[in-house]
């Protein structure tokens, strides 16, 4: 069975880093996967993605966090990574790992991000 957890949220101030990490299990080595992106929910705000990897390492990021985020992956911890940089109160929300595989959408429980002084 395909599992995602997440880790690395946590309370950070603003212009402050994180990276988060997601480890994959269940799926077989991630390199094989179509892709693999992140996601994140803020409250009373509808899920959106922030980033995503492809097979090949081809990458792809929502317009307004392109330069501060960077999503990349090691394949020999299964695990992939958002590093969030010079982060602002508007990233603060809940960021979810998500992966297809045969047609089946799986999500991790997502990580808290807030960003706070």
């Known amino acids: 069975q395909v599992q995602l957890v997440e880790s690395g949220g946590g309370l950070v101030q603003p212009g402050g880093s994180l990276r988060l990490s997601c480890v994959a299990s269940?799926?077989?080595?991630?390199?094989?996967?179509?892709?693999m992106d992140w996601y994140r929910q803020a409250p009373g705000k509808q899920r959106e993605l922030v980033a995503s990897l492809g097979r090949g390492g081809v990458t792809n990021y929502a317009d307004s966090l392109r330069g501060r985020f960077t999503v990349s992956k090691d394949n020999t911890k299964n695990t992939v990574y958002l590093q969030m940089s010079n982060l602002k109160p508007e990233d603060t929300a809940v960021y979810y790992c998500?992966?297809?595989?045969?047609?089946?959408?799986?999500w991790g429980p997502g990580t808290q991000v807030t960003v706070s002084s």
């Open positions: 269940g799926t077989g080595n991630i390199e094989v996967l179509y892709e």
């Open positions: 998500h992966t297809d595989v045969g047609g089946t959408g799986f």
